[in-house]
């Protein structure tokens, strides 16, 4: 089965071709961020813009790698040999979203395919299960814990098998990859989801003297909630305090730290309680080492094989969403799909 996926949520316009779920075709990007790393933050109606004047060329770009590496001989062979369309309809930001949506809508109307929505939390998991080098989704066993980080959500998920998600627990105020760029940006590395450029930043820290000694919020707790304003708070203090005494590349290591200590903490305890064969980690925040290294190493101790998505599948695209449409092909009745731009993952 071969799936068109649409990504629109925020400021990356995507499209992608996946076969059987797991067999990346071809897939193209436009992302605005560039402009939105000059105001600081994303700007709605700008990421709205974009998406409109993107999306046509990434759908065009799309097709020409699909024709080429089905070795078809047109682009309406492309069209006929399409089984569905997989579009994300929350959460994000609203007006991104509809240009995605509508561009759905249109395509699934003229080609007469079904039409998939995806939500984009649920479509982050599914990074991991496009075949890689690395691993081979089916190797993945249920149930599973996932952890999704990215710059809006910080959820535990048990996953009990495709389409069967129970919300565990999920931040209380900022989301980790928010905790990551407001950091970034006191640091002065990055105005715009600085999460990489901070992580490479602490990378650089040879020995961490700040070792254990910032706030690890909740993490004795048993629930599987998470907090990481008061170390957001914390940090820009100690920054404000100590920027003379302390280099830059030690207080993001021990920032980075405490946010991977809290994360690799509850994902292990939710792993224990519920008895899991897999852990899965998505989202954007997914890409940062330290997180992926620590997770795999200490529930080696567990014997839970930990899967995370090739780095290039963490942060926004089409190719998971079309991934998830397949594992989860439930085709809308009509042409009727509502944007969601708040929408949890269950
Ligand atoms: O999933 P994503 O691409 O977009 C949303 O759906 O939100 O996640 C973006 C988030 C941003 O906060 C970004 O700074 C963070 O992921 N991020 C990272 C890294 N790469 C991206 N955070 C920490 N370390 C990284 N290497
Ligand atoms: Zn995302």
Not at 98 to 104: P, R, Y
Not at 177 to 186: L, N, Q, T
Not at 221 to 248: A, C, M, P
Not at 265 to 288: C, E, F, M, P
Request: glycine share 8%; with cysteine.
């Amino acid at each position: 089965m071969l799936i068109l996926g649409i990504e629109s949520s925020c400021d990356e316009t995507a499209c992608a071709l996946v076969k059987d779920g797991i067999y990346e075709i071809a897939s193209s990007l436009a992302t605005s961020s560039e402009l939105h790393e000059k105001t600081g933050g994303v700007v709605p109606e700008i990421a709205a813009r974009k998406q409109v004047e993107f999306i046509v060329p990434v759908l065009e770009d799309v097709f020409t790698k699909g024709v080429k590496e089905l070795k078809l001989t047109n682009k309406q062979e492309l069209v006929d040999t399409i089984d569905a369309i997989a579009v994300t309809y929350g959460p994000g930001l609203i007006g991104s979203l509809i240009v995605g949506v509508e561009a759905a809508k249109a395509l699934s109307f003229a080609w007469h395919k079904p039409l998939i929505p995806v939500n984009h939390l649920v479509g982050h998991i599914y990074g991991n299960f496009l075949k890689t080098q690395t691993h081979n989704s089916m190797d993945i066993n249920f149930p599973a814990i996932v952890l999704i980080v990215s710059g809006g959500h910080t959820d535990l998920v048990l996953m009990r098998d495709h389409g069967k998600l129970e919300y565990l627990g999920g931040t209380l105020d900022d989301a980790a990859g928010e905790a990551f760029d407001k950091v970034a940006r006191i640091l002065g590395v990055g105005d715009y989801l600085g999460g990489a450029k901070l992580s490479k930043l602490a990378s650089e820290c040879a020995v961490n003297v700040l070792e254990n000694t910032f706030p690890r919020p909740k993490i004795n707790d048993t629930d599987f909630d998470f907090s990481f304003s008061g170390l957001k708070t914390f940090t820009k203090r100690f920054i404000e305090q100590n920027s003379d005494v302390y280099n830059k590349s030690i207080i993001a290591k021990e920032f980075e730290n405490a946010v991977v200590d809290v994360l690799v903490k509850k994902t292990l305890l939710a792993a224990q309680k519920y008895d899991v064969k897999s852990i899965l980690l998505g989202g954007g925040v997914s890409a940062n080492i330290s997180l992926r290294t620590e997770l795999t190493n200490k529930a080696q101790a567990f014997g839970i094989p930990v899967y995370v998505p090739p780095i290039r599948l963490c942060t926004d695209n089409a190719i998971y969403i079309a991934s998830a449409a397949f594992f989860n092909f439930t085709p809308v009745a009509s042409f009727d799909i509502e944007v969601s731009p708040s929408l949890g993952i269950v």
